[in-house]
């Protein structure tokens, strides 16, 4: 299972999500077949969408899109959030899967790299019930995904935040995935602050704890420094879930037009689509996009 903690440190004055996503990225680097190196990008990718679910969704209702477009190989990154009381939903494609780099000189993977450090992180809240939405966009501090979703709350937040993101790949697969999001309530104090940096200078990585078989409450303790936080909520879990069905494709052929529409039943007679979040086709018989056509 993937496993999503809340807690509280210092009082109640530093907030904390923890989460283990090793099986949500394993099954994102299958479904999507992906490389080392777009493993690790979209491991990160997913497991901070996936944690925004928890921290940014207020109402069931609601869900977060989210997209990074930066000028490197990868191409756009985009995930898609949903909630219920206790799971996080989430849905990732991307234009490149399969993207490799050979290895920074720190040995690692270069994730940066194959996003680019060019462009723009895009975060959209919407609101199905009252028809609204929230857009914050900052541009790509490194490619790297943690910095930029750290400038994004820094500057469209005003939430002072602490990220970490981390995919350990092994050839045989994702050894370990997770990460941490760290922000300070308005009472945190600069004795707290201290603290926490002392903490986050000698903490292992996130993959290296998950790795080591650390609980999301030790994890906690170790990046705060705080042996003693409060567990808000530790049964909660993140899923890969794609809603997709024929009738949503059939509204996006309607949406193409009539012109458009008629120029594929005159020179296919039939219409293939995918799914570029879960790979599922859907088949249009001419006598389908016939019917189509007729309601446009």
């Given at each position: 299972?993937?496993?999503?903690?809340?807690?509280?440190?210092?009082?109640?004055?530093?907030?904390?999500?923890?989460?283990?996503?090793?099986?949500?990225?394993?099954?994102?680097?299958?479904?999507?077949?992906l490389?080392?190196?777009?493993?690790?990008?979209?491991?990160?990718?997913?497991?901070?969408?996936?944690?925004?679910?928890?921290?940014?969704?207020?109402e069931?209702?609601?869900?977060?899109?989210?997209?990074?477009?930066?000028?490197?190989?990868?191409?756009?990154?985009?995930s898609?959030?949903?909630?219920?009381?206790?799971?996080?939903?989430?849905?990732?494609?991307?234009?490149?899967?399969?993207?490799?780099?050979?290895?920074?000189?720190?040995?690692k993977?270069?994730?940066?790299?194959?996003?680019?450090?060019?462009?723009?992180?895009?975060?959209?809240?919407?609101?199905?019930?009252?028809?609204?939405?929230?857009?914050?966009?900052?541009?790509?501090?490194?490619?790297?995904?943690?910095?930029?979703?750290?400038?994004?709350?820094?500057?469209?937040?005003?939430?002072?935040?602490?990220?970490?993101?981390?995919?350990l790949?092994?050839?045989?697969?994702?050894?370990?995935?997770?990460?941490?999001?760290?922000?300070?309530?308005?009472?945190?104090?600069?004795?707290?602050?201290?603290?926490?940096?002392?903490?986050?200078?000698?903490?292992?990585?996130?993959?290296?704890?998950?790795?080591?078989?650390?609980?999301?409450?030790?994890?906690?303790?170790?990046?705060?420094?705080?042996?003693n936080?409060?567990?808000?909520?530790?049964?909660?879990?993140?899923i890969y879930e794609?809603?997709?069905?024929?009738?949503?494709?059939?509204?996006?052929?309607?949406?193409?037009?009539?012109?458009?529409?008629?120029?594929?039943?005159?020179?296919?007679?039939?219409a293939?689509?995918?799914?570029?979040?879960?790979?599922?086709?859907?088949?249009?018989?001419?006598?389908?996009?016939?019917?189509?056509?007729?309601?446009?």
């Amino acid at each position: 299972m993937n496993r999503v903690a809340k807690f509280l440190a210092y009082d109640g004055k530093v907030s904390l999500v923890c989460t283990n996503t090793t099986e949500l990225v394993e099954e994102i680097r299958n479904l999507h077949d992906l490389t080392p190196t777009t493993t690790a990008a979209m491991g990160r990718f997913a497991t901070i969408s996936g944690m925004m679910g928890f921290t940014d969704i207020k109402e069931k209702d609601d869900y977060i899109t989210l997209q990074i477009k930066g000028d490197g190989p990868m191409g756009k990154l985009i995930s898609v959030v949903k909630r219920d009381d206790v799971t996080s939903k989430v849905k990732v494609c991307v234009d490149n899967p399969h993207v490799e780099l050979p290895l920074k000189s720190n040995g690692k993977l270069d994730v940066g790299g194959a996003i680019g450090k060019n462009g723009f992180l895009n975060i959209i809240n919407k609101n199905e019930v009252t028809d609204t939405n929230y857009t914050g966009l900052v541009p790509l501090v490194s490619g790297e995904i943690a910095e930029d979703f750290t400038e994004y709350f820094a500057q469209s937040k005003q939430k002072p935040t602490v990220i970490a993101l981390g995919v350990l790949v092994n050839k045989n697969g994702v050894k370990s995935s997770g990460g941490y999001m760290i922000q300070l309530m308005p009472d945190a104090t600069e004795e707290d602050i201290v603290k926490i940096e002392k903490a986050l200078e000698t903490a292992p990585t996130i993959s290296e704890m998950i790795s080591q078989n650390k609980s999301l409450e030790d994890i906690a303790k170790i990046v705060t420094g705080d042996e003693n936080i409060l567990i808000l909520a530790q049964e909660l879990n993140m899923i890969y879930e794609c809603d997709c069905n024929k009738e949503k494709f059939e509204k996006g052929l309607i949406s193409i037009g009539k012109e458009e529409l008629s120029k594929i039943i005159n020179e296919d007679g039939k219409a293939d689509t995918i799914c570029h979040f879960c790979n599922k086709e859907y088949h249009f018989s001419k006598e389908e996009l016939e019917d189509l056509l007729n309601e446009i």
